[in-house]
């Protein structure tokens, strides 16, 4: 990620010095130089929206399938004002031990709130909590019995063998 801020960051340093010598060294017309100028400023824009996406702000984006959940915030809808709420959730996906988390932001939903607010309970319980897409879940009918986003669930912790003492003497040898 620090390479693509990088790239970023030079690509617009580029774009500002070759504007600035078309300015400066060239006798072209002014609605070339215009156009060099306004080319410029597209690009720096669009560089922000290409760094926004970088800097790990919560996505609209679908999913993974099975994930652990790791934390969450929800932002209720205010009455008296056109905000509809947000359920951002911070999660891992489940069996790729180098993936790293992500951000994602869901619509509020009354009933999603209630399990999230759940999910959040067991886990500062200790209790490792996974989530997985609900495949019957459609936000167009959700409000027809269709259920939730997500469906969460316990992680059973992970038992290892017993270490005998014949083991331990045959390690140690």
């Known amino acids: 990620m620090i ?27 002014w609605q070339i130089k215009a156009g060099a100028i306004v080319a410029t400023m ?19 984006q679908d999913m993974p399938g099975n994930m652990r959940i790791l934390s969450a915030d929800i932002v209720e809808p205010r009455k008296g004002s056109n905000e509809k709420g947000a359920i951002y959730v911070w999660v891992k996906p489940i069996g790729d031990n180098n993936a790293l988390p992500r951000a994602y932001e869901l619509p509020y939903d009354p009933d999603f709130h209630e399990m999230i607010i759940a999910a959040l309970a067991r886990l500062s319980q200790g209790i490792k909590q996974g989530v997985r897409r609900n495949p019957d879940y459609d936000e167009i009918t959700s409000g027809q019995g269709r259920g939730l986003p997500l469906n969460f669930f316990d992680i059973k912790p992970l038992r290892l ?13």
């Open 42 to 60: 597209l690009t720096v824009v669009m560089s922000y929206f290409a760094l926004h996406e970088l800097l790990g702000w919560p996505t609209g």
């Open 3 to 29: 390479t693509a801020i990088i790239g970023l960051v030079t690509l617009v340093l580029v774009l500002s010095l070759l504007l600035l010598s078309l300015n400066v060294g060239t006798t072209w017309p």
């Open 161 to 173: 063998p017993a270490k005998t003492g014949q083991r331990l003497r045959e390690e140690a040898r």
